[in-house]
């Protein structure tokens, strides 16, 4: 007998192990690749050609002699199709609705003004203030005038010759108080005037009125003494006239 844990002799043949049915062994699993497969490529579309270039017509010089040959003919005009329709026209406006006038509205004459909404301001001042002036160049001189005349024929009659003798003025006594008042009157309405004039040029009510009352004003005073002056020299003349005849 052998013992089986000895290796077998030299030259003994080892006995198969026993194979399995085909049936009882699992099919293995197909490989996978690692990368799907590349789809096929198209083939790529020829690139688009230009159209050959026509050389033009080289140009002949006509010889000494003959004639220039005729020029090249253009492209040819073809009559329009008398059988298409003829293009819609913009319909007619119904009866009865506004026309606009042919080549538009015209243009109105002159540059457009904006009305003036301001609203007007009266010239009260200015008026009164020129009543006022016209009162102390006018009325004042004439009553100063009438006045000084009649102190003037009195003046030589009774005048002694003495300086700042008034007794002379006596017999005038009325027609001096007259001359006086009518003086201050109007130096108070000439400045009054002066004052309401500037007033009104300021505010703008009555500027024009307000601008002659300051002249009409300012001469007051001038028209006052040549009045004066000059119905003095009448009277005295009248008086002097009287009393040596």
């Known amino acids: 007998m052998t013992d089986p844990q000895l290796p077998p002799p030299s030259g003994a043949e080892t006995p198969e192990a026993p194979v399995p049915p085909a049936a009882s062994i699992p099919p293995m699993p197909p490989a996978y690749s690692a990368a799907p ?4 490529t198209s083939p790529a579309a020829p690139a688009p050609q230009a159209p050959p270039a026509y050389p033009a017509p080289p140009a002949y010089a006509a010889p000494a002699g003959y004639p220039a040959p005729p020029a090249y003919p253009g492209a040819p005009v073809y009559p329009p199709n008398q059988n298409l329709p003829a293009a819609p026209g913009s319909p007619a406006a119904p009866p009865g609705a506004y026309q ?4 538009g509205y015209a243009a109105p004459a002159g540059a457009y003004a904006v009305p003036d909404t301001t609203p007007r301001r009266s010239g009260v001042l200015g008026l009164l203030a020129l009543v006022l002036a016209l009162i102390a160049a006018i009325v004042a001189p004439v009553i100063a005038g009438i006045n000084a005349f009649v102190i003037g024929r009195v003046l030589p009659q009774n005048f002694s010759g003495s300086a700042g003798d008034l007794s002379a003025l006596s017999p005038a006594r009325t027609q001096v108080l007259w001359t006086e008042l009518s003086f201050w009157t109007g130096t108070v309405f000439g400045i009054a005037a002066i004052v309401i004039g500037i007033i009104a040029i300021r505010k703008k009510q ?7 009352a300051l002249i009409v004003a300012v001469l007051g005073a ?11 020299g009448a009277g005295a003349t ?3 006239t ?3 005849a």
């Open 206 to 212: 009555g500027r024009g009125a307000g601008i002659a």
């Open 238 to 240: 009248a008086g002097i």
């Open 222 to 232: 001038v028209i006052f003494s040549v009045v004066l002056v000059t119905a003095l």
């Open 100 to 103: 606009v006038p042919v080549g």
């Open 37 to 40: 497969p590349a789809p096929p």
């Open 242 to 244: 009287s009393y040596t």
